[in-house]
T-cell receptor
Framework: GEDVEQSLFLSVREGDSSVINCTYT??????LYWYKQEPGAGLQLLTY?????DMKQDQRLTVLLNKKDKHLSLRIADTQTGDSAIYFC???????????FGSGTRLQVQP | EPEVTQTPSHQVTQMGQEVILRCVPI?????FYWYRQILGQKVEFLVS????????KSEIFDDQFSVERPDGSNFTLKIRSTKLEDSAMYFC????????????FGPGTRLTVL
């Protein structure tokens, strides 16, 4: 199967770190992705990680990948109110381009 | 910064009518995609297009759907005879041919079938 699962909701206070988690069932992924969707907008690609990496850092974003447990996480440091959005993880099978998305995690940042 | 654009932002149609959703991918990208998101559900892949032909398609992409690159800039999705269950947000995306498969999405077209 190609299920990608995420928790639905996360609430944090401004300035705290946010950790959004994702699990997937199919291990034949070359790259895994994080997208952000603000209200009324499209999907914005935030970052991606190659499947043979454990970690990738990009400014306030840190992606951790545990291939053994098929677990992907996105950590946002110093979360701001502008980070409030829905965050989607996505993957594609090796050799394919079609993305399979999780159901999205709504991040609410409280001032 | 280059971006994917889509028109219209909202389309309302009667069941059984044909609709064409339009997209302008990023100019140097060669892969094009359509996804849809039914309200409250996951984003689902429909089809990918490369070198003037479909490269992948999902089970959703049946004979009612077709895609076309009518000129050097536009990429369209046609739904021949719309059904109520076609109501969704339709997203176009594009990517380079690199192996990272970074797909850049447009803002979407909300299709409402009455």
């Amino acid at each position: 199967g190609e299920d990608v699962e995420q928790s639905l909701f996360l609430s944090v206070r401004e300035g705290d770190s946010s950790v959004i988690n994702c699990t997937y069932t199919d291990s034949s992924s070359t790259y895994l992705y994080w997208y952000k969707q603000e209200p009324g907008a499209g999907l914005q690609l935030l970052t991606y990680i190659f499947s043979n990496m454990d970690m990738k850092q990009d400014q306030r974003l840190t992606v951790l990948l545990n291939k053994k447990d098929k677990h992907l996480s996105l950590r946002i440091a110093d979360t701001q109110t502008g980070d409030s959005a829905i965050y989607f993880c996505a993957r594609a099978d090796t050799g394919r381009r079609a993305l399979t998305f999780g159901s999205g995690t709504r991040l609410q940042v409280q001032p | 910064e280059p971006e994917v654009t889509q028109t219209p932002s909202h389309q309302v149609t009667q069941m059984g009518q044909e609709v064409i959703l339009r997209c302008v991918p990023i100019s140097n990208h060669l892969y094009f995609y359509w996804y849809r998101q039914i309200l409250g559900q996951k984003v689902e892949f429909l089809v990918s297009f490369y070198n003037n032909e479909i490269s992948e398609k999902s089970e959703i992409f049946d004979d009612q759907f077709s895609v076309e690159r009518p000129d050097g800039s536009n990429f369209t999705l046609k739904i021949r005879s719309t059904k109520l269950e076609d109501s969704a947000m339709y997203f176009c995306a594009s990517s380079e041919t690199s192996g990272t498969n970074e797909q850049f999405f447009g803002p979407g077209t909300r299709l409402t079938v009455l």
